[in-house]
Structure formats: C-alpha cells, structure tokens
C-alpha cells in the first residue's frame, strides 16, 4: 500500500485565518456600498453610452478633426477607454479594504 494523502481538517484549526474568514466566521457580509454603484454606472457607460458614441462617429467628422483625430484613431481609442475605465473600476471596487 502506498502513502496517500488524507487531509485531516482538525490539523488545521490552529491555523491563521484570513480577514475575510474572520468577518465571515462573525457573520459579517460585505454590503454593496457606494462602490458597487461607481462599478454600476461605468458598466452603463461601457455597454449603452460607449457604442451609441461609435454610432455616432459618422455624423462626428468635424468633431473629430477639431481634436486631432482620425476615423482610425477614433475607432481604436473609444472602445479602448471604457474598457480600460471598467477594468480599473471593478479591481478598485473589489479591493476594499
């Protein structure tokens, strides 16, 4: 017979437990706070407010030209800053402290 691992849960009750055990351990939840909403409204902005902009880029040819933009840059750079925007809402949001 070979030496198979059997995991033992009483071995580990001395072991330190992380902040997040402890708060569930005391029944504490974290609540969807001020946050949740920041996250919330950058998802609306990304998915609704976002495309109608590269909807709008047709009609947008002097707009565009008045900032230094080309149809190209235009295409590459507002799909890539609400996308950027939600990547570093959602990991600040989820790293609370």
Known sequence: ???EYVHDPEAFEDAPRSEY?????????RSFDWRGWALVGV???AF??????ILA????GGTL????LTWRDTFLVLPLL???ALGLTAVW???RA
């Open 1 to 3: 017979m070979t030496d």
């Open 21 to 29: 055990d402890e708060a569930a351990a005391r029944g504490e939840d």
């Open 43 to 45: 998802i609306v902005f």
């Open 48 to 53: 609704l407010i976002a495309p109608g902009l």
């Open 57 to 60: 880029i047709p009609y947008a």
């Open 65 to 68: 030209s008045a900032f230094g």
């Open 82 to 84: 609400p996308a950027l």
């Open 93 to 95: 949001a989820a790293a």
